[in-house]
């Protein structure tokens, strides 16, 4: 299918609104990404990158990148005030990635770059001033006075948006009463690389006295957080003002006032230096009462925003980018009807209400005995969609604890193909943009696969992939038009059972549907009922 005509404008050039383009431009949809900032943000806002997250960079060819310029982060130090130190390791080794730290303005920078090499420029200092819609477009009006008309427009301009604001969106919440200070600075301590630190002093009835290092890829530096002394707080916020990130308009805090805090938590000294910038942080938890309305969405910021605990924030808006990106496409392509967008926000706002609730109980319990999470609680990997309107059956026979529609894509190592001499992944197999049919085959079932696929392919329009597996050392002739994969390690055994059944995998790489091997009426009903387009 040949590109698109009709555009895509994404307001916000963060790392929301950059994957976002990134989705959609590989998919040939005409792209208009601006952001009213004449220059990128130099403020390190986020640092840490998800497991779940960089997953999702490695689809979209970026994960490299960043882990060349990011740092591992591989522990916690955690000083409780009055209780020994306690070092934790962070053991991600049965994940294909572990956390990585990498500055924002550096994710922000790879993904420009990306998105430069497929022609796709963001424009600066060009800001969105209004938008009317109808039934067939969006009419969107900018502050020069200029205005065009596009298909569709994504508000990913964070938690003061304007386009939530010119939707009437609600993004009701509460806001804690204090600031916080930020600052990059090098640290002159014994504290291993990659290692983050927590230190704390807990205030009956109060706020916790706490320093915060996060690692920077950079050896010896640390972006530092605090609560700020009661002097540097602003006065109180405006009526119908959300505060929330840097106060990038207010002097941000000395050094003097970063090292003060440092030498009453710290039990031995730490020297800070070489203050690189400063700020001061609001912190806010609110939530859009929905991501959309007609032809307009919002993503990231603009529809959650929650205490930086666990590095979510920016991991779920990119993971939300992720979600609207193949839907957009998708529709914009023709290749499916406009209700699949409606699955947006069903599925990814309680996503985000438990990530509100998540942070806010962590924050709220620091210093503070709690019960222990699940390791991967932070890692975003649990994240998932069962229950929701795209997934649907049920592998048959499979036992309570293997997977599930609605559940991201499982990886899977140890994949051998015939005339490759190296072993690939699940995800080497599945990666792209298009919606691909998992199913088992053995020896004498070619055929009627090659006649499955055909029939799939030629009952949709959505593009479909086909991959098979089959059990280890099991004769198969490879199929026509399909990839055929051995399960040479019984990982792929491990992950589904024994009797699999098929499974659809969505663009976003969570199964969709799990069905019989042989039901094709029902890999259709899904596929039709999904996008909405028969073919024809």
């Not at 003097?256 to 942080?281: C, G, K, N, Y």
């Not at 998932?384 to 592998?395: C, D, E, K, T, V």
């Not at 995800?427 to 049919?437: E, K, T």
């Not at 976003?508 to 799990?514: A, E, H, L, P, R």
Request: charged share 25%; proline share 8%; glycine share 12%.
């Amino acid at each position: 299918m040949q590109d698109a005509p009709q555009r895509v404008l994404i307001i916000g050039a963060g790392p929301v609104g950059l994957t976002l383009a990134a989705v959609l431009a590989r998919r040939g949809v005409r792209v208009r990404l601006i952001d009213k900032r004449a220059e990128p943000s130099p403020y390190c806002r986020a640092i840490g990158i998800t497991p779940r997250t960089l997953e999702v960079m490695d689809d979209l060819g970026l994960a490299g990148d960043l882990v060349d310029a990011g740092v591992w982060l591989d522990g916690l130090r955690t000083l409780v005030h009055g209780y020994p130190a306690r070092d934790t390791e962070n053991d991600f080794s049965d994940l294909p990635y572990a956390q990585l730290g990498v500055p924002q303005y550096d994710t922000e920078r790879l993904l420009a770059d990306h998105l430069a090499a497929r022609g796709v420029a963001v424009e600066r200092g060009v800001e969105f001033a209004g938008l009317a819609q109808d039934a067939e477009g969006v009419d969107v009006a900018f502050a020069d006075g200029a205005s065009a008309r596009f298909a569709y427009v994504v508000g990913c301009d964070g938690a003061h948006s304007a386009v939530r604001r010119g939707l009437g969106i609600a993004f009701e919440g509460e806001a804690w009463p204090m600031e916080f200070m930020l600052g990059d600075v090098r640290i002159d301590w014994d504290l291993p690389r990659g290692r983050a630190l927590f230190a704390v002093r807990p205030i009956p009835e109060a706020p916790p006295d706490l320093f915060v290092a996060i690692p920077l890829p950079e050896r010896g530096r640390y972006r530092v957080s605090m609560i700020a002394p009661e002097r540097l707080w602003s006065p109180g916020q405006g009526a119908g003002i959300v505060e929330h990130g840097i106060l990038a308009d207010r002097p941000g805090a000395t050094l003097a006032d970063l090292q003060e805090v440092a030498d009453r938590l710290l039990p031995e000294t730490a020297e800070l230096s070489d203050l690189r910038w400063s700020s001061l942080f609001r912190i806010s938890m609110r939530l859009a009462a929905r991501y959309g309305e007609g032809r307009v969405f919002i993503a990231g910021d603009a529809c959650h925003v929650h205490p930086p605990t666990g590095g979510q924030g920016m991991n779920t808006g990119i993971q939300d980018a992720y979600n609207l990106g193949w839907k957009l496409a998708a529709v914009v392509r023709g290749e499916a009807a406009p209700g699949l967008l409606a699955s947006y926000g069903a599925e990814r706002r309680p996503v985000a209400e438990a990530v509100i609730a998540r942070t806010v109980e962590q924050s709220m319990s620091f210093g503070k005995p709690r019960a222990p999470e699940d390791r991967l609680a932070d890692t975003q990997m649990l994240v998932n969609y069962r229950g929701g309107p795209l997934s649907a059956g049920a592998a048959p026979g499979a036992a309570p604890d293997l997977v599930r529609p609605g559940d991201r894509l499982p990886e899977v190592q140890g994949l051998r193909r015939h005339g490759l001499g190296f072993a690939r992944r699940l995800a080497d197999l599945v990666r792209g943009p298009d919606f691909v049919l998992l199913v088992p085959v053995r020896r004498g079932e070619v055929a009627a696969l090659e006649a499955l696929a055909a029939r799939l392919r030629a009952g949709t329009r959505t593009p479909l992939r086909v991959v098979a597996v089959a059990p280890a050392d099991t004769p198969v002739e490879p199929p026509a038009g399909v990839a055929l994969l051995h399960d040479a390690a019984g990982r792929f055994a491990a992950a589904f059972g024994d009797a699999p059944g098929a499974l659809i995998v969505r663009p976003d790489k969570y199964i969709g549907w799990m069905g019989a091997a042989g039901d094709a009426e029902g890999m259709l009903d899904y596929l039709t009922r999904v996008v909405g387009v028969p073919a024809g």
